[in-house]
């Protein structure tokens, strides 16, 4: 989503300020600006589109500016154009702001102030902060009090960045509900809304928390809370390497991502479980090591999930787990819908929050909501809280109790793929480690399962190196398709619609995700010749049920496309085209079937020649509602 860099020091702000925002990019983005200071003087930069055309306004410009911010926005309020992309500006120019988030009392304030004379240029809700901060820096003693009294007016998500024209040494940044982090170099500071942008200069880095305002200027970083006391932060070291945010090769960050998930898969496993477990010699502990706190497993009776996109297919797959494997009740709940309409509370439940970048608000903002109301009351209906996230630094590790850690690297395109793969597996832990708990399977089973899972990194391996060529021959014959269907039914029913999404988030086709006994109910109605239908087959429990779900789409002429692990030849004489998936478990299928689903959703993407990486519309990290 929007995208924050800043930068004070004694190099070309400009340069500093253009690649940052090449590490934002991924996040999604329709227009990108910056403003700099110079001489008493704020020079602002805006273009629509991508990077590049803001790229192009600043050839032949010599800016020697070594302060400024930069931005790229996705739109909430106002189109984008370039009237309403950042820095927006106050009337005489002398404040530039950059914000992520939305300010919920924007026409409040802008009727305010369009009374007492502001002349506003945009429809955003941003650019009402810099006439506010404006309005207060004839009565501060500096930028850093103007920004402090003007937030006070603000509700809403936000996190900004500010500079002024006559305060060439100052570069203010707040935070409430919107992330933000400050890197710190020598002689030189810079602040981002995502660790992407600093890592190419600095390793040490702050994170802001909600409530906090920080002035960085050449000399140092002071960082306050919006009541004025200041506050002292230690600086983490980042252990990131540069190379993580490059394509190594790859055509695009999406396929690197999916070509990675074998190592995902295996350092999960080395983070998660005990290699030297065995159910006879070591029946005292559980193989699973999560860290969990004790009074989480404490008569627990009941687990909710709340996730959003991928992050809630996922989640689905957890709750199979959960329920079949140690029959703890668990619902999913999108996090948008349940913060407004919660579950009835129930005692001794476990809510969980997925969410691979820990920064989409609707999920901060549903376990925040459930953190609030279980506090009120009493011991056995206390929130227990734990959150799945791939970003150990971000907003959501300050919402909950535990985090588990998805060790999956960053990840740069915006369908997620290896991601997802990582929750799986830490919904398998955390099964197995409950399932341990409360002795809900025999031990040897346990280990069965665990011996099966140190079996799938090469499993997906395998897959790739014999699938891949196939996938992207078949994809060509879809690159005009206007409509799929996925079909799937129990633990694969969620990689159908995982498989739907990633196809209609990147290639634009319209695709549907169906539990495969559910299609006579509907879709069936929307099948012919011209729309392929994707079968998840795994054998196991639903395998022949699942079978006869797709001849009954075979009877109304569909092209049918069957994931399955079944011999060729039976395969043949039903599916037309058959994407094959190395023998395994029906219980751990999900972690191979979702391979194939998403090649052929970037195959038939990189065939129609579509932006992959950063598809239309779509940001990696959603913070505002
Ligand atoms: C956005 C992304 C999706 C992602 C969803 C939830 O919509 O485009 O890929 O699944 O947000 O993100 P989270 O970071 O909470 O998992």
Redesign the pocket.
Known sequence: MCGIVGYIGTKIATDILISGLERLEYR?YDSAGIATVLEGKITCIRAKGKLFNLREKLENQVNPSQIGIGHTRWATHGKPEERNAHPHLDMNEKVAVVQNGIIENYRELRQELTLKGCKFLSDTDTEVIPHLIASYLSESSSLLEAVQKAITHLTGAFAIAVIGADYPDELIVARQQAPLILGLGQGEFFCASDITALIPHTHAVVTLDNGEIARLTPLGLEIYNFEGDRIKKQPRTLNWSPMLVEKQGFRHYMLKEIHEQPSVVRTCLEAYVNGAWNAERHPDFSPINLGLPAHFYDDLQRVDIL??????HAALIGKYLLEQVTGIPTNVHYASEYRYAPAPITPNTLTIG???????AD?LAAIEMEKDRRNLLEKQFQPRLLGI??RPESSIVHAVDHIINLHADIEIG???TK??LA?VMAFYCLTLDLAYHRRSLPLERLQEIIEQLYKLPFAIETLIQEQEKKIEQLAHEFAETKDFIFLGRGINFPIALEGALKLK?ISYIHAEGYPAGEMKHGPIALLDSKVPVVTIAMPGKVYEKALSNAQEAKARDARLIGVTSMNQKEAETIFNDILVVPEVEELLSPILTVIPLQLLAYYIAARRGLDVDQPRN?????TVE
Do not use: D, H, R
């Open positions: 999604g996730a959003c996109g991928t992050s809630w997925v969410t691979q970048s820990g920064e989409t999920t996230t791939n915006v369908a997620a991601t997802f929750q988030e779509l940001a990696k990290s959603v």
